[in-house]
């Protein structure tokens, strides 16, 4: 029987790349772990985001001051929609301020629609 000799380079790189490959692959699903997180995260705080802007102009809009029996703002859904829409607008990079004065322009005819109901 004939016996066949391994390199002494090939014997000690194949503990090395299993070494690397076994550091290499909890690495990367480390990385996806933290990345979804990361993600996650950002969008709680793009909600938090968008529902504290609603809020706050929906609370100026049902002020006591602002509000009679017959002026009555639009639903809460309204300014959390208009909202989202323009912070969607300002990541993509193309919120302008034409898109934003038809964006008021279509809140105000849902005020104007909450008023004659």
């Known amino acids: 029987m004939q016996t066949v000799e391994v390199p002494a380079l090939y014997l000690a790189l ?3 790349v299993s ?12 990385f996806l772990a933290m990345r979804s997180q ?4 950002e969008r709680r705080l793009r909600a ?11 609370d100026k809009a049902i002020h006591p001051e602002a509000l009679d029996m017959l002026n009555r703002p639009p639903p ?17 990079g193309s919120l302008t301020a034409t898109k934003v ?3 008021e322009k279509q ?5 104007q629609f909450s008023r004659k109901r």
């Open 14 to 16: 194949v503990p090395a």
């Open 19 to 30: 070494a690397l490959a076994g550091a290499a692959i909890p690495a990367f699903f480390s």
């Open 38 to 41: 990361q993600q996650s995260e």
């Open 48 to 58: 938090r985001l968008v529902l504290r802007a609603a809020l706050h102009d929906y």
């Open 76 to 92: 809460l859904s309204a300014y959390i929609l208009h909202h989202e829409t323009i912070l969607q607008l300002a990541e993509k």
């Open 101 to 103: 004065a038809e964006l």
């Open 107 to 111: 809140l105000g005819e849902l005020k």
